[in-house]
Structures are given as C-alpha cells and as structure tokens.
C-alpha cells in the first residue's frame, strides 16, 4: 500500500511541478491568453490577474493594457479603469477602440464634459463608429435626454439590424420612457435572432417585470439560467420576480442559493429577511436583516427595513431597539462636530424613534435651543422628566428656560404651543406594486416609508396612517379618497450600486388627477436620505400656507403657525370663513369664493410657535371668528410652479453598462 501511495504521489509530481514551471516560464503571450479565456467566461477577477502578471513581463504590452481597462470596468471600478484605459491610449495612439472604452468610463464617473469630448473626436473622424455611437447614445441617458438616445439607437439599428447589443439597448430606452409596445417589439427581434442568448432571455425578462408581466418575466429568466445556469443576475431577477408574485418561499429559497454563491451578497440577504416579513416570521426576518446591515452597514435600504419591523414588531424597552439606535446618535455626533445641523437632526430621530426614552434626547434638544427653538427646547426637557431623565442640570434648564419664556407670545394669550400646532395638510404616502425592481426588491416601497418618517417632521402636512403597498394606482385613489387625504403622493424608486432616483407623483385625492411631479437624483454616500429629503422639501414648498385662527381679542388674533413655519412680521393673510376653501381639481391649490374672505391679518408679533397680528374685516359686518383659516395673499402674476426636471434613469444607466 505505501508502494502505491507514493507511485501516485511521484506521477503527480512528475505531472503538477513541470506544467507550474511552464507556467512560469511562459512569457506574457501565454498569460494574456489565459486572461483572454478568463474574459470569455466573465471572471473578472482572474483576468485582471492574469493581465497584470503579463505586465510586470511586458510592461508596454498594449493589448493587455487595453484589456485590463476592460476588467477593471466590468467590475465597475472606474477610477482605476480610467488610468489604465489612458496608459492603453498612450501605448496605441489612434486606437478608437480605447478611445471609446475612455469615453464610457468617463461617462460611468460621472465627468460627462471629458467624455463628450472624446465621443465628439471618434465620431468626427469615423461617422459610424458602432462604440461611438453607443457612448453618444449613453451621454445623452447621462445628460437626461432620453429621446435623443432613441433616434440615435434606431438609425443604428437601421445600419446594423442584426445587433444584440442594439436591439437590447433600444429596447431598454423605450421601456424606460413607457413606451412599453415599442420596447416589447426589439425585445422580440432580439429574441428571433438570438434564440440562444441567455442575455437576451435576462434583458426580456427585465422588460417584461417592468411592465408587469410577471409570468413572462419568469419564464424568460428561467431561460435565460437554462442556458447559463450560474448566471447571477438573472437569479437575482428571478428571486424578485417570485417576491413579487407573491411567491415568498420560493423567493427566500433564492436567495439562499445566491447566499451560498457569495456570502457578502447583501442585496440577498436583504430579498431573503423581506421574504420573511412578507410570510409574517418577524423574528426570522429582524435577523436575517441584522445579518445584512452588519454585511453592508451603509445600505439605506436594509436599515430602514430592519428599522421598521423592529418599531412595529418589538416592545420600545426591546434591547435591540437602543443598540441600533446608537449607530444613529453616533452618526449625528459626528455631523453635529462638524456643524451640519440638519444631518444631525435628522439622525437624532430616526434614533428617538427607535428608542425614545434614550438620554441622548438632551443632544437632540440642545440642537433644537441652538437653531432657535427654546418653546421646543423646554419641551423636550419637560418630556424627559417625565421619563425620569432628569438630573440636577436638567430641571436646572427647565427652571431656567421656564421663567425665561414667561412673557412669551403663547403664555400672554394662554395656549399650549405643542397642543394647538397641527399639520394643515393630509397626504397619503403609497408605492404601487407594478413598479420593477431591479437592485433592491420592493425599493418604492422601502422609499414610501422613508419619505412617510420624514414627513412626520414637517409642522403643516400629516402623513396618513394607511398601507404603503397598494396594488395598483385605482386601489391607492380609492384608498386616499375614502381615508380623507387632500393628496397622495406615489412613491418610485430607480437605482444602480451607485445612483439613485426618486421620483414622487402627486395626485388630488378627491379627484385622482395629477397634481405635481418631483423628482430627486443624488449620488454617493446616504442618497436615499438626501433624495427622500428633497423630494420632502418640493412637496412643503408647493402647498399653500394654512393656518387656523386661534384665538381673537378685539382686533388682535392668534394664529397657529409662527417662525418655525415661515410666518414674519408684516405678512398679511386672507381670512376665510371656516369650512369654504377647497382644493384645485386638478394641480395644487386653494380655491375660495371672494366672498368667503370675510378679513385680512397682518402679523405683528411671529413667535417661535405662534403668531399674532391685527385683524381688519371685510365689508360692514365683523363676520371674522375663531376656526376660520388663513391663506397667504397672493401675489398679482404670481408664477406657476416649476416641474422638476426628470433626472437620468440610473437603473436604465446600469443595465446599459452591463450590455458592453
């Protein structure tokens, strides 16, 4: 036996040492071969090794200078694949391939002026260049013209009318513009020409998801991992089309095969804990998502989820609530040390909501005394004590800042600041769940409830208490209308690993006819945050001010808005007569008949909460009484609201990428 065994282990040495040591022998020809053979299989990570020993043999080898640009763009590090690309450039003088391949990488990071410039020079000295004309085509997605895109596919499409790669991208431009027909009718030419293709099946059912055809989208998905079993992406797409269709076991058990693949696959992780919170295992998915947010701590997405389960589904002392609330009161020290007020702010609550009775609500209340609240101030003191926060500095303040705002503007007309300061405005906040997902699944409705939280803080709109995911728009119009909403707002969201895009379509509830369109692009580091944040400030700058007369003594009134919501010395109001205004059929707006003004306010004193002014009727009789609101008195040829302009398609941006 030990005679055998050694036999065996000499032919295997006799066979491993020599083909090691030609391996090593060989010069760059042979490992730019093997990184060619690596490309063809999509390994990107061993291409680009095999390229770079082949360089440290051949330094000035162009090809494989070249081809590492490639690797280091198909794994989507940019600013790497950008100096070599450049270095591959200065090696092959006049090569436009490597000219095209700057200008796409240019246009992944961002710098669409550069990029512009190289497409321009390509094109100038070879008119069809096919790379070219799909760089000018992707400049133009970047740059938020869409519909220039399209010409340029379709007359290259005219000129090559064979090309997956053509027929694909001008399919996915159409789908992203609605014009689902169009999309459908190359998809389909691609799919008679390229039958075999397990692109072409993934891109179908990309398609087919994004106008809501399930079963079509799982059917093509399913072929496309027919033909390449291990394709990832198209299991990905098919774990959130079963998600989706309702399938949540089926999803789950996707995702654990993408799991297996790859154990720092967060957006897995994230699909399987949403799967479970979907099929009611609360405690299964606030763990599953705890393991996704330690695989990827910055994914908004995945926090917010764990967030939400954990306020709805534990008990406010729950440990778990205050470990990661902490994350969220670490995060806003850091901003308050460098003075972003409104990032601290915002971290401070989504920390208290999580864990309220945490003392550093103190924190939170010292940045609210410094931006000028001490009403706000003293009540977030007073809440602590009631909690038995409470130290010796703490009820020192209170004393303090009490007798401080004693001959404040609300103490001298009696009323509670917090208790009478109500939102005037009732907007429902809804995903529909025709909307394709293609990196995060159920991303609008993830962003629905992020814009919901923010929109807690707003002092004159109310978010309504209603289901987010609604099936489809009819079923949200329904629900807003019979809920009392003045408005709904239609939450969807585009993304890639790097970009997102939310766009929020506002709608009358009474009516169901379109309001308002605000879109939000941002890029980097916490961008759900910053878009949801936009997307909030367009809708609070497009309602009207309202407010409510409190309070009247003579000519003097009270009203329920002060500093904090715009109000100033010398702004004057219109007083309509309680219950008559109405809301626009159509756009936003109030309307009022002229003989509902029954006076006007001018604003005096705007306290921090409140604010009281001069009363004038109007007309002989005084018909002006306490509960009749206030509107802001507009302005002769006031201009109309601008539409936010529709920011480029990142998920469109990403899955054209991925075609090169």
């Known amino acids: 036996m030990r005679r055998a065994v050694k036999y065996v282990l000499c032919v295997l040495c006799l066979w491993v040492i020599p083909e090691n040591l030609a391996a090593q022998s060989q010069g760059p020809a042979y490992w730019y071969g093997k990184g060619l ?26 090809e494989a200078t070249a081809a590492l640009a490639e690797c280091y763009y198909d794994l989507g590090e940019f600013d790497e694949a950008l100096l070599w690309v450049r270095k591959a450039r200065a090696l092959a003088r ?57 010409i340029r596919y379709r007359e290259a499409v005219r000129r090559f009318p064979d090309d997956r790669r053509l027929l694909i991208s001008l399919a996915l431009v159409l789908g992203s513009l609605g014009d689902v027909q169009g999309a459908r009718s190359y998809i389909d030419r691609a799919l008679l020409q390229h039958p075999d293709d397990y692109r072409v099946h993934y891109y179908a059912s990309y398609l087919a998801s ?51 693949g790859n154990r720092d696959n967060a957006q897995a992780w994230y699909l399987k804990g949403m799967a479970y919170s979907r099929l009611g295992r609360n405690a299964d998915a606030i763990s599953i998502l705890s393991t996704a947010a330690v695989v990827d701590p910055n994914d908004e997405f995945i926090r917010s989820a764990l967030e939400e389960l954990l306020i709805s589904n534990t008990r406010v002392e729950d440990p778990r609530r205050g470990n990661w609330a902490s994350w969220h009161f670490g995060r806003a020290r850091d901003f308050r040390s460098r003075n972003l007020v409104e990032q601290a702010l915002f971290e401070y609550r989504r920390g208290l909501r999580l864990n309220p009775y945490a003392s550093d609500r103190r924190e939170y209340a010292d940045l609210l005394r410094i931006q000028g609240y001490p009403a706000r101030f003293l009540e977030e003191l007073r809440f602590m004590q009631d909690l038995g926060l409470g130290d010796k500095n703490l009820n020192d303040a209170v004393e303090s800042y009490n007798a401080l705002l004693g001959n404040a503007l609300f103490r001298r007309w009696g009323v509670d600041p917090v208790a009478v300061s109500k939102p005037h405005w009732q907007v429902a906040v809804f995903s529909v769940a025709g909307q394709s997902a293609f990196f995060h ?5 993830a962003g629905a409830a992020y814009i919901k939280d923010l929109l807690v803080h707003e002092r004159n709109i109310a978010p309504m208490d209603l289901e987010l995911r609604q099936p489809s728009f009819s079923a949200a119009f329904r629900t807003a209308r ?16 790097r970009d997102i895009s939310v766009k929020g379509e506002l709608f009358v509830a009474r009516t169901g006819a379109s309001a308002a369109v605000f879109n939000a692009y941002r890029t980097g580091g916490d961008r759900l945050r910053y878009a949801g944040r936009n997307i909030v400030d367009q809708l ?60 006007t306010m001018t604003i005096e004193s705007a306290d921090e909460e409140v604010s009281a002014g001069t009363l004038a009727r109007n007309g002989f009789f005084d018909r002006i009484a306490e509960g009749d609101e206030l509107f802001l008195v507009p302005e002769e040829k006031e201009d109309p609201l601008p539409e936010s302009p529709a920011p480029a398609d990142p998920e469109l941006r990403a899955l054209l990428r991925t075609l090169r």
């Open 37 to 62: 053979d690596s490309m063809i299989a999509e390994d990107w990570y061993t291409a680009a090794e095999s390229f770079i020993e082949c360089l440290r043999l051949s330094p000035a080898h162009a």
């Open 540 to 599: 609070a700058g497009a309602l009207p001010f309202r407010a409510e007369l409190l309070s009247r003594r003579q000519a003097q009134g009270l009203i329920d808005k002060g500093r904090a919501d715009g109000v100033g010395n010398g702004a004057v109001y219109h007083v309509v007569r309680k219950g008559s205004a109405g809301i626009l059929n159509e756009g936003i707006g109030v309307v009022y008949a002229p003989d509902d003004i029954v006076g």
């Open 482 to 497: 019979e809920g009392g909403a003045d408005y709904f707002l239609i939450l969807s969201v585009l993304e890639n690993d």
């Open 210 to 260: 994004q106008g809501n055809r399930i079963a079509d989208a799982v059917y093509y998905a399913e072929q496309a991992l027919y033909y390449r079993p291990g394709y990832t992406p198209a299991r990905s797409l098919l774990a959130s089309l079963r998600y989706r269709g309702g399938q949540y076991e089926e999803a789950a058990r996707l995702a654990d095969e993408l799991i297996a």
């Open 441 to 445: 699944a159920d991303a609008g409705a």
């Open 94 to 150: 006049g090569s436009m391939q490597m000219a095209n391949l700057e200008a796409f990488t240019l246009i992944a990071l961002g710098k669409l002026d550069d990029a512009s410039k190289v497409v321009n020079d390509v094109l100038s000295r070879e008119p069809y260049n096919k790379e070219a004309l799909f760089a000018a085509a992707e400049l133009d997605i970047a740059q938020g013209r869409a519909g220039d895109a399209v």
